[in-house]
């Protein structure tokens, strides 16, 4: 079944198009931020940047158990995997060493640092993500994007503050995490 869109308004929903053209998505659009054709990667590079180190809010939850943010990266750009399972590893920080990422005795998971294995460092998988994207600055993207610095800024506080980072839902006796908010990415 279709989503009722008129509801979906009169409770909250706030949908913002990133498009370079005002199309029927735009008219429907609670707001249009026309951009340069192809400079997608640019405004999300600095979205990534403001929430990251200029907002400084993050699921860690999520980040820790639901994606790859705490795999362990050599300095070669790869995991560091076991041999025989190809499973990757992660560091426990209370346990303080290297633990396969499904090891049900990892008590945390580290998403920053460097960590030593075998005689090689290592750094999480989200250091590196955290080091990259510093210097995709809005004002960076302003000049690619024709979107400007005070905009990139606002979306990207706007998109934290609505995530419901810390927030629960009951779905079918379950509780959940809240997660009202996503990106998506088009054409």
């Given at each position: 079944?279709?989503?009722?869109?008129?509801d979906?308004?009169?409770?909250g929903?706030?949908?913002?198009?990133i498009?370079?053209?005002?199309t029927v998505?735009?008219?429907?659009?609670?707001?249009?931020?026309?951009?340069?054709?192809?400079?997608?990667?640019?405004?999300?590079?600095?979205?990534?940047?403001?929430i990251?180190?200029?907002?400084?809010?993050?699921?860690?939850?999520?980040?820790?158990?639901?994606?790859?943010?705490?795999?362990?990266?050599?300095?070669?750009?790869?995991?560091?995997?076991?041999?025989?399972?190809?499973?990757?590893?992660?560091?426990?920080?209370?346990?303080?060493?290297?633990?396969l990422?499904?090891?049900?005795?990892?008590?945390?998971?580290?998403?920053?640092?460097?960590f030593?294995?075998?005689?090689?460092?290592?750094?999480?998988?989200?250091?590196?993500?955290?080091?990259?994207?510093?210097?995709?600055?809005?004002?960076?993207a302003?000049?690619?994007?024709?979107?400007?610095?005070?905009?990139?800024?606002?979306i990207?506080?706007?998109?934290?503050?609505?995530?419901?980072?810390?927030?629960?839902?009951?779905?079918?006796?379950?509780?959940?995490?809240?997660?009202?908010?996503?990106?998506?990415?088009?054409?």
């Amino acid at each position: 079944e279709g989503v009722n869109y008129s509801d979906a308004f009169a409770r909250g929903l706030k949908i913002v198009l990133i498009d370079p053209v005002f199309t029927v998505a735009g008219g429907k659009a609670s707001e249009w931020v026309p951009i340069r054709p192809g400079t997608d990667l640019a405004f999300m590079l600095a979205l990534i940047q403001v929430i990251i180190h200029e907002i400084e809010t993050l699921d860690e939850p999520f980040l820790k158990e639901m994606t790859n943010s705490p795999y362990l990266v050599g300095p070669d750009g790869y995991f560091l995997k076991e041999k025989e399972t190809q499973k990757a590893f992660v560091w426990d920080c209370v346990d303080n060493k290297a633990k396969l990422h499904d090891d049900a005795t990892i008590k945390d998971f580290a998403l920053e640092g460097e960590f030593i294995v075998d005689g090689v460092a290592y750094r999480p998988a989200f250091q590196l993500l955290k080091e990259h994207v510093r210097q995709y600055t809005p004002e960076w993207a302003s000049d690619i994007t024709d979107i400007p610095a005070s905009t990139i800024r606002r979306i990207a506080r706007e998109f934290v503050e609505h995530a419901g980072i810390g927030s629960t839902i009951t779905a079918g006796g379950l509780i959940l995490p809240y997660r009202p908010v996503a990106t998506v990415c088009g054409r």
